[in-house]
């Protein structure tokens, strides 16, 4: 994958077909990598590529990205590093599809650079509803497994990042709650299900953003042919 460099951080992405631009921001948490789409009930690459330019990366010191940890992370560091990636391929609006963790990036675009996105989809995103600790769990195992390749950050710079990331009090991270209704972008929400990806932040979100539409059911084997046609007719009106 190429790489894009940036304030110390190395972003690994890559691009798939042409058309108009889709940024597909992974599921997978900290590991949120390109790769892990291949693995999701709806792949993101695999069925955007035949009629749209998507591009996709790997999260900072998740996969082939790499950063170094300072304690100051937080969503806006992703937002960042997103809009980085943007800005060095020349795409000045793109759609989001975003899943899991994907889903308060694509939020944290929307927020910081609504200009900039034409529509999004989120698929189950990650939302609090009494699960703070498995968020934080999580984070802790990931985080032990790099420590040994960060000998610039100690207990209290993992802790920081972690608290920047999951400390938060918006129920869907990113942004506040209060953001929601402010959000112009078509936006398609497929339900959550689980502990991590509850279904009180789907339809918190789908409630609150004006003319978003749920989709409950969505990522059985029965239900995958509709859900397919329905991202397609979604994302299909914009042309290059």
């Known amino acids: 994958m190429p790489i894009l460099?940036?304030?110390?951080?190395?972003?690994?992405?890559?691009?798939?077909?042409?058309?108009?631009?889709?940024?597909?921001?992974?599921?997978?948490?900290?590991?949120?990598t390109a790769a892990a789409w291949h693995r999701m009930p709806f792949d993101a690459i695999s069925e955007l590529s035949a009629t749209h330019r998507v591009i996709a990366m790997d999260q900072r010191n998740a996969g082939g990205s790499t950063a170094p940890v300072t304690g100051t992370e937080s969503w806006a560091t992703y937002t960042a590093d997103q809009l980085a990636l943007l800005d060095h391929l020349g795409v000045d609006r793109c759609h989001v599809v975003g899943m899991c963790i994907g889903g308060p990036?694509?939020?944290?675009?929307?927020?910081?650079?609504?200009?900039?996105?034409?529509?999004?989809?989120?698929?189950?995103?990650?939302?609090?509803?009494?699960?703070?600790d498995a968020f934080r769990e999580l984070f802790d195992e990931w985080a032990a497994e790099l420590a040994p390749q960060h000998p610039e950050?100690?207990?209290?710079?993992?802790?920081?990042?972690?608290?920047?990331?999951y400390g938060v009090e918006h129920a869907l991270f990113s942004v506040p709650e209060s953001a929601l209704p402010?959000?112009?972008?078509?936006?398609?929400?497929?339900?959550?299900?689980?502990?991590?990806?509850?279904?009180?932040?789907?339809?918190?979100?789908?409630?609150?953003?004006?003319?978003?539409?749920?989709?409950?059911?969505?990522k059985e084997p029965a239900d995958l042919p509709a859900t397919c046609a329905e991202i397609a007719r979604f994302l299909a009106p914009v042309r290059p």
Do not use: C, K
């Not at 950050?153 to 990331?165: D, F, L, S, T, V």
């Open 153 to 165: 950050a100690g207990p209290a710079e993992w802790a920081a990042y972690r608290e920047g990331m």
């Open 182 to 218: 402010t959000i112009t972008a078509p936006l398609l929400v497929l339900q959550g299900d689980d502990r991590y990806h509850p279904r009180s932040a789907s339809r918190l979100l789908a409630a609150a953003v004006p003319g978003a539409r749920l989709v409950e059911r969505w």
């Open 5 to 32: 460099e940036r304030d110390g951080a190395r972003i690994a992405w890559s691009e798939h077909g042409s058309g108009f631009p889709v940024l597909v921001l992974a599921p997978g948490g900290m590991r949120s």
């Open 105 to 132: 990036f694509a939020l944290g675009l929307l927020e910081a650079a609504p200009e900039r996105v034409e529509r999004v989809v989120a698929l189950q995103p990650i939302g609090l509803d009494g699960n703070r």
